[in-house]
């Protein structure tokens, strides 16, 4: 794995942006890997600079989500779809028909999940994944448990993510408790992976990711079975690391 420790979050966002631009740039047909959160806004942010700028063209770009909320449609304000519209899809040079995000709606979610992994094999694979992590070490909605799903499925929430996520919500009962996610096994198959984390709450999950051990009760550290990761943490997500 590519470490790379920055100042703040700032540094972070510019340097992942950067990052992504460069796979952009080196392939102008390139599937990327989006994720929602607090982490990526400010990447993409830089991303849409860039792009106003003529740095990054997205022109021919596809883009696949990892997850979302089960029950919400893509016009509900806490959907994953309306996150990655308002804070990135709808201010680029992208074509949104060819903009994926998982179908929370679905009847069958997991035969949609079937439907997802097979839609995102037939493009040729996903060039670069981002992906933030939970402060329980989470990536996507894989949650740590016992045992992890390869394919993009239906999950439950843990406790914590419910916690964690309510602050975009009125209350903690209105988050949805359970989720669409791109598994463990379709994440690890994209070309590239490209990790970034910011604060001191992400510290422990980093320490066990660098930690040498992989363990199902903390899902990231998966990530050190893959080939092509790069980590971009801000001091404090690195601040327990050797
Ligand atoms: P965050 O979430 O970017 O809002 O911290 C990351 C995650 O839960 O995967």
Do not use: W
């Not at 995102?120 to 992906?131: P, V």
């Amino acid at each position: 794995m590519r470490l790379i420790v920055v100042k703040d979050y700032d540094e972070m966002s510019k340097a992942a942006a950067k990052e992504m631009a460069a796979v952009v740039n080196s392939n102008p047909k390139a599937i990327l890997g989006l994720a929602t959160g607090g982490t990526p806004e400010g990447m993409y942010k830089e991303l849409i600079r860039m792009n106003k700028a003529g740095e990054i063209d997205f022109k021919d770009v596809t883009s696949v989500n990892l997850d979302e909320y089960v029950g919400l449609g893509g016009d509900h304000p806490q959907s994953y779809r309306y996150f990655m519209n308002n804070h990135l899809l709808d201010h680029i040079n992208i074509d949104k028909s060819r903009t994926f995000v998982p179908n929370g709606l679905a009847e069958d979610v997991n035969e949609e999940g079937r439907k997802y992994d097979q839609m995102i094999d037939d493009l040729g694979g996903i060039d670069m994944q981002l992906l933030g992590v939970g402060t329980n070490g989470h990536i996507a909605f894989n949650e740590p448990d016992g045992e992890l799903v390869a394919g993009t499925h239906l999950t439950g929430l843990t406790k914590s993510t419910i916690e964690s996520n309510s602050r975009y919500f009125d209350s903690e009962d209105d988050v949805p408790k359970t989720a669409v996610t791109m598994g463990l096994g379709q994440i690890m198959k994209s070309k590239k992976i490209l990790l970034i984390a910011s604060g001191e709450n992400k510290a422990e999950a980093m320490k066990e990711l660098f930690s040498g051990k992989i363990s199902t009760s903390c899902p990231v550290t998966m990530l050190q079975m893959h080939k092509d990761v790069t980590v971009i943490l801000d001091e404090a997500a690195a601040s327990l690391l050797k």
